[in-house]
């Protein structure tokens, strides 16, 4: 009898051995299986007064062969790889973007002031017609860049909603697993259950950085943030994407918790949600708000200088463009009734940030985002004293409550409303505003250049003027009070300078005219060509083509940085899963190998059952009469 | 021992594939289009200086056309001034020749007759037309004739402008120059005071300054000779105050307020002649001026000595209108030389940019084919290693 039972606990348990050796084989090329072994174990044995006859063998337990160190490695590299992945991805958008030498700004910067110069060279020609043109290509460009930009920001906006998606279908799904796995019970290991909820909090960890804590029962609880628990025991708790604070057409994540949604977005870091958020905050809205500052400031340039000229029709120039002012929202939750109305006066000393505007109870302050450096305000907020900062000037209206925030942002949305406000080449100010002529009767030979526009905004920079010498060191203006005259000292008159050349006498005159008719003159049209090297931008440094080209330069090493991040991690998780793999994972040959080693035994015991029954009919056969 | 799990030794064969494949063709494209960066990320800080040299390369481009076009420009009035000095010149020769005794009323008709079509072949010039149809010499106004004719004489209707074209980033010239400063704002006579006879006078005297050079001394005061008798004479200033007084010797030179007057002819009690600083007048004027004069001119004495004072008068603007022609003649040579010379430079300029934009951009095909070649072959080992360990299982042995 014991021979039977011998045999058949053998056959039983190399039956089992070659189930679970089968199960490797099948999941031979299953992600996140681990390997299983049949630990086989001597059955208690049996006293028959010489000492113990064994009674067989069985399997005392079917293991997963499971590391959590590793496991741990391979999902935090899974998190980091995930994470440089989503960030080149997006930042190599932006950097295809940027990178096409014929779409990029530059090129249509270059022929506008290209244009500019031809203009220049000869005013009355038909390259006024040319300049127009590039203008508007100009325009159109700085436009298709931004829209881009604009398009890639919604999709790094939908990549978050879907993120946010599969965070919660995956949280929900461990939080089932969990439950499954209790009821199991720890006896009795429920082997391909861990496997697959491994598999999803790797798969989670790829969205976001999460801490996960094995509990003795069996199941996990998971932590994002600072401490905000997704999974605990069977339950999980959801992000959302909830309108923005400041601005309705967006949106920002949010934690849903126990307590209603709060605002989670500055504490997400790592993998795909982490990368993407990172790529907003340092990638697209730095990238965004350069463009919108080259913008203000090209603008700028060429309105002002604009400003000091006369047109085709002998007026001064009208403004070329309008620019977008910029984006002031005061945050949905304040609760006074105050508003801030912002304009920008220097571009040149505006920070590459979003500014936040605080009322403490007291006093308005002023943060730049990210870094949060306070910015020191001057003035008292009013129209006629406002707040300056940073080439802002803020003025506040209505009664704050302390708490209310504001956003403010100079230039992101400039390029938006950036429009060529002129509808033909007539509009460009070629010649200077006046010229300057010594009278025929002059007993001197003293000359008077054409003058230079010292201030614009002079209300008779175009008034016809006279200047009459009444001594060699003293003149009038139109007959007004004397005028002391230091030799080779220039002469400002109605907002333009003139110098003289030569030595004036007592009755020269100089007339000042209106410059009518000047189609060849070029004064102000070589001065709009030279704003291509006006260094305006970051405190006067940098100019509007210098800025782009940083611009490029900065996202090409962002992207590049996240590239080779991205081949860094990829290295590393491929180490951590190699060396999971090397105890986790199925060798085919090793199965073959047990596979071979447990069909001999299963033969081996089925030669047992059949020595038995030999046995048997042996005992049968010798006491058969 | 380390045990390698089957999916191990099959992913990393496919990150390999992975790995070469994206570089071969990260390398086909580099071949394809000759550059070595396709993004910025490739290398941002030469995407970024590529983007500046660029800019520059197009800034001399610009700087070279303007510079063409300036000297073209400047071409065409080098050749209109040098054309309006051989005018003057004959303009010269001709009133010599007028003042030579031996001319009667009727020669002098047709010397005044040529010196009439001197006159418009001047005025042609002064109304010289650029390439896109502007006028050369009216300053700023480019579409308003220069000059133009009136019952009043000529009068020049540009301005004092003058364009300047930018020839490189610090340089700009001007290519062309106003009108005015060519053929019109001359001083008469010696260019710092004219003598004139008194129309009253009644003697054949003919005056002759012959000081060129400034007097620094002068006040800017108009003087006069008054002949007491033929042979007596006073310097008297505006206020009528007498100066000096002296005796007339055709070989002696008066002295009037340190200009040299020679007196020639017989002039008569009463007589007198006027030093005034110099009038503003053009060269149309001038020429015009003496060819009516010779026109009107009779054979008696006074009328001689009348048409000889213009003569003399002529002579001096003339002068000083070749004078002023020159002098913009050769600042528009100098300003040619240096346009010229900086097109040299511009274009060595624009030569070492181009260069050093095709180290940054330009891909060094040996490498990048070398390179090429040796990660092909490194996917072609990769992909028969994979076939050979994919077949080495043990499975094939359980038959």
Known sequence: MTILGIGTSALTAFRRSIDTISNNIANVNTPGYSRQTTSLVAREPQFVGVGFVGRGVEVASIERVFNEFLTQQVRTASSSTARFDTLAAFAGRVDDLLADPAGGLSPALSAFYGAVQDFAADPASPSRDALFAETGNLVSRFRALDQRLNDIANESQQALGQTVAEINQLSSSIARLNRQIVEAGRFNSANDLLDQRDSLIRQLAEKVDVTVVLEAQGNVNIFIGNGQSLVVNTENFDLALQEDEFNPTTTEVVYVGLNGATSIEGLLTGGELGAVLEFQQTVLEPAQRDLGAAAVAFTTLINAQNAQGLNAQGELGADIFTVGAPRVSGSNLNAGTATASVTLEDVGQTENVEYRLLYDGVDYRLFELGNDTEVALTGSGTIADPFVADGLSIVMSGTPVAGDRYSIEPTIGAVGLLELVQRDGRAFAAAGPTRAEAAIGNLSNTSIDNGTVVDATNADLLSPALIAFTSDTSYTVDGGAPIAYTAGDPLVVNGVQYELDGTPVAGDQFQISRNTNAEGDNRNARLLGQTQSTEILRDGTISVSQSYSELVGRVGSQTGQAQSGALAQSIVLQSAENRLLAESGVNLDQEAAELIRYQQAYQAAAQVITVGSTLFDTLLAATRR | ?399
């Open chain 2, 1 to 399: 021992m380390t045990r390698v799990s089957d999916q191990s030794i099959f992913n990393a064969n496919l990150r390999a594939f992975d790995r070469l494949r994206t570089s071969i063709s990260d390398l086909q494209e580099q071949i394809a289009t000759g550059r070595r960066i396709q993004r910025p990320s490739d290398d941002p800080v030469g995407a970024s200086r590529l983007l500046e040299f660029r800019e520059s390369v197009t800034r001399i481009q610009q700087f070279q056309r303007n510079a063409s076009l300036a000297e073209s420009r400047l071409q065409l009035e080098e050749d209109t001034l040098r054309d309006a000095t051989n005018a003057l010149q004959r303009v010269r020769e001709l009133v010599l020749q007028a003042a030579n005794a031996s001319q009667s009323s009727e020669t002098r008709g047709f010397i005044a007759e040529e010196l009439n079509q001197s006159v418009e072949a001047l005025l042609t010039l002064a109304n010289t037309r650029d390439a896109t149809d502007g006028f050369l010499f009216s300053g700023f106004q480019s579409g308003q004739q220069p000059f133009t004719r009136t019952v009043a004489g000529f009068q020049y209707n540009g301005d004092q402008g003058q364009r300047f074209l930018q020839i490189s980033s610090s340089r700009q010239v001007p290519d062309s120059d106003p009108g005015d400063a060519i053929f019109a704002r001359l001083r008469e006579g010696n260019g710092q005071v004219l003598v004139t006879p008194n129309p009253a006078n009644t003697g054949t005297g003919v005056a002759l300054l012959t000081t060129t050079s400034p007097v620094t001394s002068y006040n800017l005061q108009s003087y006069r000779v008054e002949f007491t008798s033929p042979t007596d004479y006073d310097v008297v200033d505006s206020g009528g105050v007498v100066l000096t007084t002296g005796v007339f010797d055709p070989e002696t030179a008066i002295d009037v307020a340190g200009f040299q007057i020679e007196l020639s002819g017989n002039p008569s009690a009463g007589d007198s002649f006027d030093l005034q600083p110099s009038p503003n007048t053009d060269v149309f004027s001038v020429v015009q001026r003496i060819a009516d004069v010779l026109e009107d001119s009779a054979d008696s004495p006074g009328s001689r000595a009348e048409v000889d004072n213009e003569i003399n008068r002529a002579l001096g603007g003339i002068d000083q209108a070749l004078n002023q022609v020159l002098t913009v003649r050769t600042k528009v040579g100098t300003r040619l030389s240096a346009v010229e010379a900086q097109i040299d430079t511009n274009a060595g300029t624009e030569l070492v940019l181009q260069r050093s934009l095709a180290e940054i951009e330009d891909l060094d095909y040996a490498e990048a084919i070398s390179l090429l070649a040796s990660q092909t072959t490194a996917l072609e080992a990769a992909q028969q290693t994979f076939v050979r360990t994919q077949s080495l299982s043990l499975f094939n042995f359980l038959r």
